[in-house]
């Protein structure tokens, strides 16, 4: 009865909010059946999954954002604790070393960082005065460049992207002059040359693949290749759930999980495109507002922090499987199987509920 007092801030749950992540776990559902050769065993094992996810959003929610807020420096170091041990200690695997196991428990650490490294931030700026000073960004770009070059080393240069936007997010929504990204742009572009000779040789043929994939079609061009053929085959409607060819013939590599979306866009077509869009577009401006009304500096840097940085997800994510970026291996949040990913993405969305729900008090 606790629950439903008038106090208690789950009467103020954000149904807008939740209501296009319950969208996209069930999509997600759907599709997978057909992804994953219409495997029932694949589909439940994500379900419990979700379901597993779903428990971590609600307990993210119902702990108070100052809390957060004060374990957030804590939080922050042993993840990175973590990361500093995965070379020692972690497990293998698909060529990198990225797992620790600690019993019947596998933790990816650069997973966790993903979603603590705003939270961290996010509590350090809320302390300064604004807008940040060149001393308070040279801090917060150490706090960035430790766990992106510690996760680059394992090697994931994909994830170690993904870290080093999710920092510079929250730096820009934090009031950091534009001048300060103009000019860490452009160091960017002059280190690309010396940056080219350290990624390893399956990276490099990854980018030669995306500048001309045709050039190798049967090999570092495949995936893009039969995922634009995938997408473009679909049309307005699609070829209708579990006939598309691709996917169904075996054409089409990843399919479960990075490249999910070419999945639904040919047997969903445009219009399921749209609509999938739509839910993310849905859920990251409902973050967004959330966001804007909010009381207090921290609960409005990490809203706006994570809805934002999600949504890039989706950005990569899709812009990946359309031949407009490298291929990375950045699943498609929610939607895409997976485990790890899902339990950080729906811990950061509960953390955003739980700042909806404490919003006026």
Known sequence: MALLSADSPWRRFDWPFFLPILGLAIISLVVLYSAGEQDAGLVLGQAA????????????????????????????AGTLLLLVLVPFIGS???GAQRWIEL?????????????????????????????????????????????????????????????????LVILFLSGAHWGYFAGLGGLVLAALPSAWYMLHDYQ????????????????????????????GSGG??????????????????????????????????????VALLSLYLLLTMRGLVI?????DIYSRLVASGLSTIFFFYVVINISMTTGLLPVV???????????SSLLALMGGLGLVMGISMRRGR
């Not at 807008?131 to 994931?156: H, R």
């Not at 490099?204 to 997408?231: C, M, W």
Request: aromatic share 8%; charged share 10%; net charge neutral.
């Open 103 to 167: 019993g019947p428990i596998t933790i990816q650490p650069s997973e966790i960082i993903k979603l603590v490294l705003p939270m961290a931030l996010a509590a350090f700026l809320s302390h300064q005065e604004y807008p940040p000073k060149p001393t308070v960004l040279a801090t917060c770009l150490a706090m960035i460049l430790l766990p992106t070059g510690l996760v680059m080393m394992q090697p994931d240069l994909g994830t170690a992207v993904l870290i080093g936007a999710s920092g």
């Open 329 to 339: 291996g950045v699943p498609l949040p929610l939607v895409s199987y997976g485990g």
């Open 92 to 94: 293998s695997g698909m």
């Open 204 to 231: 490099r043929q990854r980018v030669l693949g995306f500048l001309n994939p045709e050039a190798d079609p049967h090999g570092t061009g495949y995936h893009i290749i039969q995922s634009k053929i995938a997408i």
């Open 291 to 295: 966001a804007f009304r909010s009381r």
């Open 49 to 76: 999954r979700m379901s597993i996810a779903l428990g971590a959003f609600f307990l993210a929610a119902a702990v108070p954002p100052r809390l957060y807020a004060l374990l957030a420096p804590y939080l922050y």
């Open 236 to 273: 307005m409607t699609g070829k209708g759930w579990l006939n598309g060819t691709q996917a169904q013939l075996d054409f089409l590599p990843e399919r479960h999980t990075d490249f999910i979306f070419a999945v639904m866009s040919e047997e969903f077509g445009l219009i399921g495109g």
